[in-house]
C-alpha cells in the first residue's frame, strides 16, 4: 500500500519567516495530493490540493509543489503569521483505493511572534 | 448544507461492549471513509467505500465493520471494544480528485 513520510514533525519560525513541509510517497499510482490543517480539538481542514497533472499550485500565502518522479511535494507557507500554528498534514490518494487518504504523521507548527 | 456530520461526539465504552459510529453526508459523495487519530500517529485509515454496496479495509481495519447501504450514510461498527481502540474516530466523503471533507469527529473512550 501506499506509505507517506513527512518531515519535520516540529517546526518553529518567527512571524514573517517562511516555513517548508516535505513529503514523500511510495505508489506511482497516486495523483491526488491535498494538505490539511488541524488545530488542536478541531477537524482537518484542507488547504491547498494538487493534482498529478500539475507542478505547482499557489493561493495567496500557501503554495504546493509537486516532483512526480522522485515522487515527493512540499508546502510552503510564507511570511507566516502566529495563527498558521497548528498541525499540518500531507497525504496521498489514488484511484485504485477509492481516494481515500494516506496521511503522512504530520508537522507540528509553532510560529512565534 | 450539513456537509459531514457524525455522531455521536464523545463516547465511553466497556471493554467488550458493541457499538456504532454514525456518519452521514448530504453532498452526494461518491467515496466515503473512515479514520483514526492516535497522538503521534497521524492519521489512518480504517474502511473505505467508492459507493452504495461497496466497501474495503484501510491500514488499520481489525475490530471495525463497515457498510453502505446508502450513498449518505456509512456506519462503523466496534464488534467488541477494546482500550486500543480509544481514539478519536474521523468520517470523510469526497469525489473523484476533490477535496476530503470531514466530521467533526467522535472522541471514544474504552474502559
Known amino acids: 500500500g501506499e506509505n507517506v513520510e513527512q518531515h519535520p514533525s516540529t517546526l518553529s519560525v518567527q512571524e514573517g519567516d517562511s516555513a517548508v513541509i516535505k513529503c514523500t510517497y511510495s505508489?506511482?499510482?497516486?495523483?491526488?495530493f491535498p494538505w490539511y490543517k488541524q488545530e488542536l480539538g478541531k477537524r482537518p481542514q484542507l488547504i491547498i490540493d494538487?493534482?498529478?497533472?500539475?507542478g505547482e499550485k499557489k493561493d495567496q500565502r500557501i503554495a504546493v509543489t509537486l516532483n512526480k518522479t522522485a515522487k515527493h511535494f512540499s508546502l510552503h507557507i510564507t511570511e507566516t503569521q502566529p495563527e498558521d500554528s497548528a498541525v499540518y498534514f500531507c497525504?496521498?490518494?489514488?484511484?485504485?483505493?477509492?481516494?481515500?487518504?494516506?496521511f503522512g504523521k504530520g508537522t507540528s507548527l509553532l510560529v512565534t511572534p | 448544507n450539513a456537509g459531514v456530520t457524525q455522531t455521536p461526539k464523545f463516547q465511553v465504552l466497556k471493554t467488550g461492549q458493541s457499538m456504532t459510529l454514525q456518519c452521514a453526508q448530504d453532498?452526494?459523495?461518491?467515496?466515503m471513509s473512515w479514520y483514526r487519530q492516535d497522538p503521534g500517529m497521524g492519521l489512518r485509515l480504517i474502511h473505505y467505500?467508492?459507493?452504495?454496496?461497496?466497501?474495503d479495509q484501510g491500514e488499520v481495519p481489525n475490530g471495525y465493520n463497515v457498510s453502505r447501504s446508502t450513498t449518505e450514510d456509512f456506519p462503523l461498527r466496534l464488534l467488541s471494544a477494546a482500550p486500543s481502540q480509544t481514539s478519536v474516530y474521523f468520517c470523510?466523503?469526497?469525489?473523484?480528485?476533490?477535496?476530503?471533507?470531514f466530521g467533526q469527529g467522535t472522541r471514544l473512550t474504552v474502559v
Open positions: 497525504a496521498a490518494s489514488n484511484p485504485n483505493s477509492g481516494y481515500a487518504l494516506n
Open positions: 467505500s467508492v459507493g452504495a454496496g461497496i466497501t
Open positions: 505508489d506511482s499510482a497516486s495523483n491526488y
Open positions: 494538487i493534482r498529478s497533472n500539475v
Open positions: 453532498m452526494n459523495h461518491e467515496y
Open positions: 470523510a466523503s469526497s469525489n473523484t480528485l476533490q477535496a476530503a471533507f
